[in-house]
C-alpha cells in the first residue's frame, strides 16, 4: 500500500518560516505528479502547488513565498513555506496521483487519488 504521511506543522508568528515534509512509502515519488493542498475551516480545499520532474506550480497566494521540492533518495516531498501569513493557517495535505509518467500535472483536488494525513499549520 501506499502511505503519506505529513510532517512539520506548526505555530508560527507571521513573518515567520516552517518547512513541511511528506514521506512517501510504497511508491516512487519521481513517477507521479504530487501536490500541498490546504484547507482553512469553512473554506474549501485550494491548491498550494504541485511539482512533476522539473516542473512546478504554484497558486498565486503563495508565489515567490513557498518552494515545492523533492529529495528522490529519501522518497520525500518537501514544501518550504517563508513569510507566512496569517491567511496561511490551514491544514496542510500532501498528495499523490497515481498516473505514472504524466504530460502535465492538474492543479485540482479531486485529481489526486493518494492522500496524507494533514499537518496543522497556524500563523498569528
Known amino acids: 500500500d501506499v502511505q503519506l504521511v505529513e510532517s512539520g506543522g506548526g505555530s508560527v508568528q507571521a513573518g515567520g518560516s516552517l518547512r513541511l515534509s511528506c514521506a512517501v512509502s510504497?511508491?516512487?515519488?519521481?513517477?507521479?505528479?504530487m501536490a500541498w493542498f490546504r484547507q482553512a475551516p469553512g473554506k474549501e480545499r485550494e491548491t498550494v502547488a504541485t511539482?512533476?520532474?522539473?516542473?512546478?506550480f504554484y497558486a498565486d497566494s503563495v508565489k515567490g513565498r513557498f518552494t515545492i521540492s523533492q529529495d528522490l533518495a529519501k522518497n520525500t516531498l518537501y514544501l518550504q513555506m517563508n513569510s507566512l501569513k496569517p491567511g496561511d493557517t490551514a491544514m496542510y495535505y500532501c498528495?499523490?496521483?497515481?498516473?505514472?509518467?504524466?504530460?502535465?500535472?492538474?492543479?485540482?483536488?479531486?485529481?489526486?487519488?493518494?492522500w496524507g494525513q494533514g499537518t496543522q499549520v497556524t500563523v498569528s
Open positions: 511539482i512533476y520532474s522539473r516542473g512546478t
Open positions: 498528495a499523490l496521483r497515481s498516473v505514472a509518467f504524466p504530460a502535465e500535472c492538474p492543479a485540482r483536488p479531486d485529481q489526486y487519488d493518494l
Open positions: 510504497g511508491s516512487t515519488i519521481s513517477s507521479y505528479c
